[in-house]
């Protein structure tokens, strides 16, 4: 394609996963304990998508991907100094809540509304990439609600691969049961992929990317818009995290089937 | 160019930047030092009030690299009289940086030790026995006593409580948002570029290389960014500083021989726990009478509990996890503690030196502030205030040169920072300082005696220095006399053939009762590791720790490298070699000065390098 894409992600920050995430009740309803105390990473599997929307714009002269965002703000700012170095984009920020109990539809909403505001997106080479499921809103929802605001009828979901065929049109395996993928194909933009892991490591930190994303990330920032989803078509009942037992002996290049006897006996044993 | 070891990308393109300010390590001293200079960038019509002479007729370009992940994983818990803090932040509202408030309560506590498993001399347990025996009447209670008094210059009931890594997570905040200048986290810095005898700005560290350091798919080299002035405040165990040091030497009489390792949790207190929020606690005397210790309450219920072991606690067993525990578990604290969560753990190397471990603190092309500039003072117990204060007179220095437009050669800077520096309270106070704490290599009693002597004649009269480096002694010494040699040699083969570590063994041999894990508060090591903070180590990048020589490691017995090890990464080898796993380094830089072979006067036979990863919390 000449004239490239516009590939619009739609990435959301959670609490750093590696942290005790520890739920309450509030007057507004649940949340995290010290919420606003934990670090912030952008959403694992938006960053997959992410890294896969840089890599075929790479690919793809004319293109330019978006990150489209909501999050507190201070922690969007934190989020950014840690991937703004990997991957050129252009941040389109919402500051709101992100904890985890946010209405899906709700957060669909804000997120088509934002990208329906990006200046000179061009809907006919519109890729909106995103994760298949996500950190926080475990309904896996999201993204399909966000293609559906916006009248994308191509949605793929738990992809793993999106290969340009040379006639323009895209072959996109998706993750299935039993381990396997689905082979299929679309015309091409429009179309939404919800982005499983992908095939791609991490990039590497680059500090003329982080340099060049900072001048035009910081100014969104300080311009993004404040909203609150509308909370009044879903009410928690309750909220706890899984009941655990930790009992830690790291090990190194142990066999499949010695780690999975010593779990037997210690579930055994328990 | 550099003072590192052979390129990796000789034959690759390396890409190099330019900017006017090359920054290395966010702490309170860049802090400080951002804080300042960031007011001082733009007019009120926002055109540059300091012109870039990189980029001609932009705002000034200032760049800063941390190596942790997160702005906020820095580990200290603070208690500062923040007189430089305030100086910066004269409406400074406790309120808006979480996890901070203001003392209201402070003590100095004498644990006498319940399980009689430490070693203490003669004249201390004689002393113990006076305290119990007098016990109520003077105050003695769960085994501690608390002092009527604390001395002057260890007080700071005018201060604040803070988490360091929600300060320097606010401060960054404060900072990225103005959009003036940038701050990188995860981007380790591997040496300092130096031409001829001027710093040109730093290295980073190589990305896409295997452990050894040799490049691998995706190799990227690091990139040079190049800069008319480097602000090294990578703290006392990084690399631009060390790689400054090796290059130029130390001034006449300056070393860095005195470290401390603090380790601590943060807890989340029961709610009975009867401690007030703002509560500091000063505690000597118990897990061993040379650790010292501390307990700050924050607001929400959230404790800091740690302890510091330092470089002259000569016995050979010296795991800071097991001792916080005991620390923890001492009836005095205990029944506040009990019924505790971990929230948070981490451990961090302290440059202990004060003023005689202050490097030459400015010279062509760079500048030092913070800890490893030597700004700790040792006496006070004081390092987040003054490492702040030297921030901000770096940059009053480099805004005075800058409108001068002036040079950054060593003779500017140390006309308009040092001069600043030494006419201020940090240098004044940190002359007091300086040999206060020369008494403690002979032990508790003979330390307290040099600091008093040292705080309350304002440094006229002091005990003269050690005249030993020595670290650690043997086993034998240590414990000969509690252990028979025989059983001593069989407790270090079977540590030796396990690959562990020995103190377990040996202090469960003296009488140190087992840790009564509850899954909770009381956890093992490698659940510290998980829980307390998530160690993380990105893959792409070489191992930071390696040893140079391996003879010299296969003789060393026992490896205060392995004994000393914050996160159990340094694990004794087959071969004799320590092994380094940079899955498990909190990157707290004890391996460093816990090198014996720098007692025979070589030089350490651990390189500790620029590394990623390390601790993810922000509560430490």
Known sequence: ?270 | MTPVGPDPAATTDRQQMDVDIACVGFGPAMGGFLTTLSRELLNPDGSPKLESSCMPGGPLQVICYERADGLGFGVSGAVTRGRGIRRSFPELDLSQIPMATAVKKEKLVYLLDPTGASNRSFALRAADKVIRTLGSLIGCRENALELPLIPSFLQKHDGFVLSLGQFNQWVGEQLTSSGLLQIWPGTPVSAPLIEERAVKGIRLADQGVALDGTPQDGFMPGMDIRAALTVVGDGPVGAVGRGIDAKFGMPAGHHYSEWALGMKMVIELPENSGLETGTVLHTFGFPEPGIFGFLYVHPDRLASVGIFIPSWFRSPVRTAYRYLQHFILHPYLWRHLRGGTLKSWGAKSLQESGRRGEPYLAGDGYARIGEGSGSTNVLSGSGVDEAWTTGTQLAEAVIELLQQKMPFTRRNLEESYVRRRRASWVDRESRVAADSRNGFPQGLISGLFGMALAGFTGGRVVIPPPTSRKIGSSLEERFGARIPPAELQKLKDEAAGRSLPLHDQIMNRCGWPEIPFDGKLLVSHQDALLTGGSVQAPPGYANHVSFLRPDVCKNCEPKLCVEMCSGQAISRGESGVPQFDREKCIYCGACLWNCRAEESGEPANVDFGAGAGGLHSTLN
Not at chain 1, 133 to 151: D, F, H, N, P, Y
């Open chain 1, 1 to 270: 394609m000449s004239n490239g894409y516009h590939i619009v992600v739609c990435g959301s920050i959670v609490p750093d996963p590696l942290q005790t995430l520890e739920p309450i009740e509030t007057p507004a309803g649940p949340a995290l304990k010290n919420e606003m105390l934990l670090p912030a990473v952008l959403d694992p599997w938006a960053g997959h998508a992410l890294y896969e929307a840089a890599n075929l714009a790479a690919h793809a002269p004319g293109s330019k991907v978006w990150l489209v965002s909501l999050g507190v703000k201070a922690k969007l700012q934190q989020v950014m100094m840690t991937i703004a170095q990997k991957v050129s984009f252009e941040l389109v920020p919402i500051d709101g809540p992100a904890g985890g109990f946010t209405d899906a539809h709700a957060a669909a909403a804000l997120l088509a509304e934002a990208i329906q505001g990006i200046a000179g997106l061009d809907r006919s080479r519109l890729l909106l990439f995103g994760g298949w499921e996500s950190a926080s809103r475990g309904a896996g929802v999201t993204m399909q609600l966000i293609g559906e605001r916006l009248g994308i009828l191509d949605q793929f979901q738990g992809v793993d691969q999106l290969t340009v065929q040379p006639d323009g049109s895209f072959e996109v395996l998706e993750r299935i049961e039993g381990g396997r993928h689905q082979v299929s194909r679309c015309q091409g933009a429009p179309a939404l992929f919800g982005w499983a892991t992908g095939n791609l490591p991490e990039p590497r930190n680059n500090p003329q990317i982080g340099m060049a994303n900072m001048r035009a990330i910081m100014p969104a920032l300080q311009r993004a818009k404040s909203a609150a989803p509308a909370a009044e078509s879903l009410r928690y009942r309750s909220a706890s995290p899984p009941k655990q037992q930790r009992q830690t002996r790291i090990v190194k290049n142990l066999a499949a089937d010695e780690i999975a006897q010593e779990i037997v006996a210690w579930i055994e044993k328990a």
